[in-house]
Nanobody, 129 residues
Framework: QVPLVESVGISESSGGSITLSCTGFGYTYSPYCLGWFRQSPGKEREGVAR????????YYADSVKGRFSISQNKTNKLVYLQMNSLKTEDTAMYYC??????????????????????WGQGTQVTVSS
C-alpha cells in the first residue's frame, strides 16, 4: 500500500491561484505514474493532470489545459498541482493518485480513474466568484 497525502484544502477567489501538493510515494524502487483528479458534488471523479516522474512527460484534461500545471520534486518526493486563473467550476475535492508504471500509458487513458491503484483521501478546493 502506498499512502498518499494531499496538502490541506483551501478557498480562493475566481482568477486566483492555488498550489496543491501530494506526498507519500517512493521514487526509488518503483516507477510510479502520478495523477491529480477531482470530484464535484453529483459528478463523477475526473482526471485533471498526469506526470511521468522519470521523463517529466505530462498530460492535461482540456478543461484545465493552459491553467493548471503538474510538477514534481524528486528530492522531497512531492508532486504539485499549480492551479492558476481559477474558475468557480474548479471547485471540487482534489485527489492525488498513483499507479505502478507509466510505460505505455499516455493520452486520455492516462486520466482514467480505473487505471490508478493508490489514492489519497482528498482535499477540498473552493473557488468563489
Amino acid at each position: 500500500q502506498v499512502p498518499l497525502v494531499e496538502s490541506v484544502g483551501i478557498s480562493e477567489s475566481s482568477g486566483g491561484s492555488i498550489t496543491l501538493s501530494c506526498t507519500g510515494f517512493g521514487y526509488t524502487y518503483s516507477p510510479y505514474c502520478l495523477g491529480w483528479f477531482r470530484q464535484s458534488p453529483g459528478k463523477e471523479r475526473e482526471g485533471v493532470a498526469r506526470i511521468n516522474p522519470h521523463d517529466g512527460d505530462t498530460y492535461y484534461a482540456d478543461s484545465v489545459k493552459g491553467r493548471f500545471s503538474i510538477s514534481q520534486n524528486k528530492t522531497n518526493k512531492l508532486v504539485y498541482l499549480q492551479m492558476n486563473s481559477l474558475k468557480t467550476e474548479d471547485t471540487a475535492m482534489y485527489y492525488c493518485a498513483a499507479r505502478r508504471t507509466c510505460v505505455g500509458f499516455s493520452g486520455p487513458a492516462s486520466l482514467s480513474t480505473l487505471a490508478y491503484t493508490y489514492w489519497g483521501q482528498g482535499t477540498q478546493v473552493t473557488v468563489s466568484s
